[in-house]
């Protein structure tokens, strides 16, 4: 299954003795299927879009990679850590807020009419003239129709929003939209991509295309992907957004990092999801 070639390993091995770790090889689970509550299907395979030619073939889920038991967590809301923050913004979706007395069921009635949304995000918005992240349509409806006051990019408010929206979508196929006036902000996620930042010159690329399915130290590297954000993440023992891990990487590389809801990180959102397409949305994933 390994497709990487001895320079590739010896290079990873390289850096790892660089940084005082062990490389090891692990690919992701062979058979696992990934079925939530017993009820929703979701596919964790997929063959790769067309414009990954020489880069992916095939598209493997974050859970694959990770242990049984994180995997189990994910399978059954009644363990999955995330849902206690999901049913905060469930409760929140229903809670009036701001100076018109409206919540956000005032509008959009019952949560399940957002099924399908989480799945085409960061989307352009032609109003703004720019391209959109899910929080910033949440915040748009709080500000300018709640008369609520914005909520910050990474707050736990706006994470549980954005986890009991992306549950809606839950084994629904990515679909972002890459072309028309997405188009440029895609080119500019696929340069952020392959740009090496920090002292150690790193890039997405580097981990996340050449050597996924290494293990270094306890780290299993996956494709990337980001289908089940937000996700719980047990080492922080709290919820991580998209944004808020791309800080973590680029952070990981010892470089100055774009700050999250930035455009930079808008595009790259848009970039990194669109190499998913084949893959579904989990929903409060968990991650370690």
């Keep these: 299954m390994l497709r990487k070639s001895r320079t590739t390993i010896a ?3 390289l ?7 062990t490389p090891a090889l692990a690919d992701p689970h062979p058979d696992a ?8 299907t979701i596919p964790t395979r997929g063959t790769a879009p067309a414009y990954l030619d020489g880069h992916l073939t095939e598209l493997y889920s974050g859970w694959l990679f990770r242990e ?3 995997r ?4 059954d809301d009644f363990d999955n850590p995330a849902m206690v923050f999901t049913d905060a913004g469930l409760e929140a979706w229903d809670t009036v807020e701001g100076t018109e007395g409206k919540s956000c069921a005032t509008c959009h009635h019952e949560i399940e009419s957002m099924a399908g949304v989480r799945a085409a995000m960061p989307k352009y918005n032609e109003k703004a003239g720019d391209l959109w992240s899910l929080e910033e349509y949440i915040n748009a409806c709080r500000t300018e129709r709640m008369g609520a006051e914005k909520l910050k990019w990474n707050s736990d408010k706006m994470k549980a929003m954005t986890l009991a929206l992306s549950i809606q979508s839950r084994g629904m196929p990515i679909s972002v939209n890459i072309d028309g006036p997405s188009k440029p902000y895609w080119e500019q996620g696929r340069e952020i991509y392959y740009t090496r930042y920090g002292q150690l010159e790193m890039s997405c690329a580097n981990c996340h295309e050449d050597n996924w399915g290494n293990m270094i130290r ?3 590297l996956s494709q990337g992907h980001i ?3 937000p996700v719980y993440r047990l080492k922080d023992a709290g919820v991580v957004s998209i944004h808020q891990r791309f800080v973590g990487c680029v ?3 010892r470089a100055e990092t774009f700050e999250a809801g930035s455009p930079e990180f808008k595009a790259l959102e848009l970039y990194v999801a669109s190499r998913g397409v084949g893959l579904a949305i989990e929903g409060a994933g968990v991650r370690p």
């Design 11 to 13: 290079a990873l091995a």
């Design 15 to 21: 850096g790892a003795v660089t940084l005082g770790m």
């Design 33 to 40: 299927e990934l079925v939530v509550n017993g009820e929703i």
């Design 68 to 70: 049984d038991e994180t």
């Design 72 to 75: 189990a967590m994910q399978m």
């Design 218 to 220: 306890a780290d299993h």
């Design 227 to 229: 289908n089940a954000f």
């Design 251 to 253: 952070r990981d590389t």
